[in-house]
C-alpha cells in the first residue's frame, strides 16, 4: 500500500528504471496487474499525534478495507509466514495488501455474532445465507462468509467446525 505520501506528485517513481507493482493499493493509480486507487482505510494513519511517519500509527486495515484479501499469495517471500504483529500470513484464503492481515472482530473464527464461543447461534446465522452469493469481493460483508470467497457454503462449516463451542 502506498497511500499518503508527500513530497512528489507521483505516489511511486523511479531515478533510473521503471518501477513495476502488481496487487498493490496505490494514491493516485499506476498501471500493472490488480492494483487499486481506493482509501486503505487504515485505523488510524498519523496516530495520536497527527503526525504521519511516527511510532504511534496504525497501519492495521479497518473492517470495509479494499485491500483486504486483495494481495498475492505468490508475491510473498519465501519463508515469510507472519505479518508484523506475529498473526498468519494468510488468514482468509488470499494475503491482505499491506503489512498487517486482517483480523475479524470476532476473536475466534466461526464466531459470526462475536459471543465469544462458537455455537449454535453461530450456526443459525450462517445457514440464514446458506448458499447466498455475491461474487469475489476484496472483503467480507455476507453474514456467514467466513472464508470470504463470496459465498456461504460448506467451506465456512468447515472453518467453523473447526472452533466448535470453542470459547474465549
Same mark, same amino acid.
Given at each position: 500500500?502506498?497511500?499518503?505520501?508527500?513530497?512528489?506528485?507521483?505516489?511511486?517513481?523511479?531515478?533510473?528504471?521503471?518501477?513495476t507493482?502488481?496487487?498493490s493499493n496505490?494514491?493516485?493509480?499506476?498501471?500493472?496487474?490488480?492494483n487499486?486507487?481506493?482509501?486503505?482505510?487504515? !485505523?488510524?494513519?498519523?496516530?495520536? +499525534?497527527?503526525? =504521519?511517519?511516527? &511510532? #504511534?500509527?496504525? %497501519?492495521?486495515?479497518?473492517?470495509?478495507?479494499?485491500?483486504?484479501?486483495?494481495?498475492d499469495?505468490?508475491?510473498?517471500p519465501?519463508g515469510?509466514?507472519?505479518?508484523?504483529?506475529g498473526?498468519?500470513?494468510i488468514?482468509?484464503?488470499v494475503?491482505?495488501m499491506?503489512?498487517?492481515?486482517?483480523?475479524?472482530?470476532?476473536?475466534? !473464527?466461526?464466531?459470526?455474532?462475536? +459471543?465469544?464461543? =462458537?455455537d449454535? &447461534? #453461530?450456526?443459525s %446465522?450462517?445457514?440464514?445465507?446458506?448458499?447466498?452469493?455475491?461474487?469475489?469481493?476484496?472483503?467480507c460483508?455476507?453474514?456467514?462468509?467466513?472464508?470470504?470467497?463470496?459465498?456461504?457454503?460448506?467451506?465456512d462449516?468447515?472453518l467453523?467446525?473447526?472452533?466448535?463451542?470453542?470459547?474465549?
Amino acid at each position: 500500500i502506498v497511500w499518503g505520501n508527500t513530497g512528489s506528485s507521483s505516489q511511486i517513481f523511479g531515478s533510473s528504471s521503471a518501477v513495476t507493482a502488481n496487487y498493490s493499493n496505490i494514491q493516485g493509480g499506476f498501471s500493472g496487474t490488480n492494483n487499486i486507487n481506493q482509501d486503505p482505510l487504515f !485505523v488510524d494513519a498519523d496516530g495520536a +499525534d497527527n503526525t =504521519v511517519g511516527t &511510532l #504511534d500509527d496504525d %497501519l492495521r486495515l479497518q473492517v470495509f478495507s479494499p485491500s483486504i484479501n486483495s494481495g498475492d499469495n505468490a508475491a510473498i517471500p519465501s519463508g515469510i509466514t507472519t505479518d508484523l504483529d506475529g498473526n498468519s500470513r494468510i488468514i482468509a484464503a488470499v494475503v491482505d495488501m499491506g503489512a498487517y492481515e486482517f483480523l475479524s472482530p470476532c476473536s475466534l !473464527v466461526g464466531d459470526i455474532n462475536c +459471543d465469544g464461543i =462458537v455455537d449454535s &447461534l #453461530d450456526l443459525s %446465522l450462517l445457514a440464514d445465507n446458506w448458499l447466498s452469493t455475491i461474487g469475489f469481493v476484496s472483503h467480507c460483508i455476507l453474514v456467514g462468509d467466513i472464508n470470504c470467497d463470496g459465498m456461504v457454503d460448506l467451506l465456512d462449516v468447515a472453518l467453523m467446525a473447526g472452533n466448535w463451542l470453542a470459547t474465549i
